[in-house]
């Protein structure tokens, strides 16, 4: 008996010092010039293995989102762009998708595999403004913060600039500091990819001009052949996409003119508060918890009891920090106040749509932003206490994901969950078409939500053909489809189904139309029906 109790200690005793270790290892690896780089990689593989397990299951109760399955589509074809957007996006997903097979898992791990690339390019910029223990702080508060986990579930424009930026800011840094004319032409090349992304990113490259015009140190960077080399690069690298978008009379900026229209200075208004409060918000989670962890000491609750500002002041110190760089730190602080303020104040000024998930790509500088005040201690337990914090967040939602899928299902008056069965209707529609031709499925038209996903699901992967868009992607076209023919599909209920059978009418008059339901089954739970009009051309049919 007396043997077993005083096992229980040396046990605990035993667990302790492991834990200790593992924490100084942690702290060494973490500020070691060779080893923090081994850290980093596997920090992060170990982030985008379990995200993506995560939202594997957390999502397993429905089709991908239409923007994963859009990019796929686009994949499909290699294209100087597509229609609404440049096309790197489409370029890469094109790219994975040749590697990975058409499955739902292998679009989370697209999505985590970009996240976590991201990841270690925020930890690169943080090397070129603080040192080695607050860059991999920083790492930790990027990886808590949810754009590069549940936020970051899917792969689209606005999610890859989680690369393109962060590579813009530090080819920045680097030609800031080196001003020769090979980090100018490196700057060039990381703008015009990111502008290969999405247009959007002007926010971000304006942020940094403007940085570069107001910092202290402006005329070095000035007089050096750095920025003018990086202008002539980016223009020289679009030349192919802006010769695209002459050609398709510049579809990409009427497609935003006619989708993104604002009726009143109130909705403006409204519009911009909400993306502010939403990108805030996802910011607490980050911020609330570094700041936790820096500011916990020993017997904390005491020194609250005795003075409640104690747990304020006690991360804050006024003697000089060798950790942080100011000349590069303040090109941080510019660019990011820049890019945080400027997008919903040019909004409301000039009445221009902005949506909240555009924000996505633009806070990722916020946690170096704040780890490089220089007043601002980094002890090293900190480092320990924040991964540690990450790990248990992680496993906690992992195993807690088949819950929140099941939880998390939105639900009709009946009770029935109301996710649309996308794949099983690919499934059925491949078989009619098979059935009737004896051929490849080749063509779908539909609306993006709807043809895209029959892309990405059918085994025959038909290339999708919107009815009415005049900015279309380019990777089929009418004339296709009346030669090897094509599926039409409506969906019923939908705000578009009039404009849809309209179409199919003015159109397909002499076309097979089906009447088709589907409805999904997720672990006991039952879907709602979802009706199609389904219109079936056979090949030739068309002249």
Known sequence: MSTIASSAPAKRRGILSI?????????????????????????????????????TQVKAAQDIHFDVSEGYAWGQKFLWGYGKHPPLSGWISGVWFKFFPPVDWATYLLAM??????????????????????AFFVLL??????????????????????????????????????RSIRSGFLLGLAAALALMTKYWVVTMIGAIGLAALIHPQRMLFLRSPAPWIAIATMVAAMIPHLDWVRQVEYAPFRYAGDTYKI??????????????????????????????????????????ARDPRAFVKRPWSLTTNPGVR??????????????????????????VYIKTDWGISLFFLVPLAVIAIPALKMPRVALVRLAAIWLVLSLVT?????????????????????????????????????????????EVVGFVDVAEQMTFYSPDHPLPLTPYEPWPSGVTSMEEAKRNGFIGICLVGDWKFDRCEAWMKDNLPNAERIVMSTRRFFKGNIGTTTRWNVYVMAPGAMK
């Open 326 to 351: 100011r000349d590069q730190a303040l090109n941080i602080w510019l660019i990011q106040a820049i890019v945080a303020i400027g997008p919903p104040i040019g909004a409301l000024l000039f009445d």
């Open 19 to 55: 834990g200790r270790r593992g924490a100084a290892r942690l702290v060494a690896w973490a500020c070691d010039p060779h080893l923090s780089t081994v850290l980093v990689v596997g920090f992060t593989i170990a982030h985008v293995v379990l995200w993506t397990a995560i939202l």
């Open 141 to 178: 508060m990027v990886a808590i913060y949810p754009i590069f986990n549940f936020k970051g579930f899917k792969y689209n424009p606005d999610l890859l600039q989680l690369v393109t930026l962060p590579l813009v800011v530090l080819a920045y840094l680097h030609a800031f500091e080196k």
């Open 263 to 304: 009726s009143s200075r109130w909705e403006s208004l409204q519009l911009a508060w909400g993306y502010v409060g939403h990108n805030v918000a996802l910011l607490l989670l980050p911020l609330g918890l570094a700041a936790a962890v820096l500011a916990w000491g020993p017997r904390w609750w005491a020194s609250v």
């Open 398 to 442: 992992l195993a807690a994901a088949p819950q929140i899928a099941i939880a998390s299902l939105p639900r009709d008056a009946n009770g029935n969950f109301a996710h649309i069965s996308y794949s099983q209707l690919a499934r059925e529609l491949t078989e009619v078409w098979h059935k009737r031709f004896h051929t490849r499925w080749s």
């Open 113 to 134: 595999v970009v996240v976590g690339i991201g990841m270690i390019l925020c930890w690169a910029i943080a090397l070129r403004v603080v040192d080695r223990r607050r």
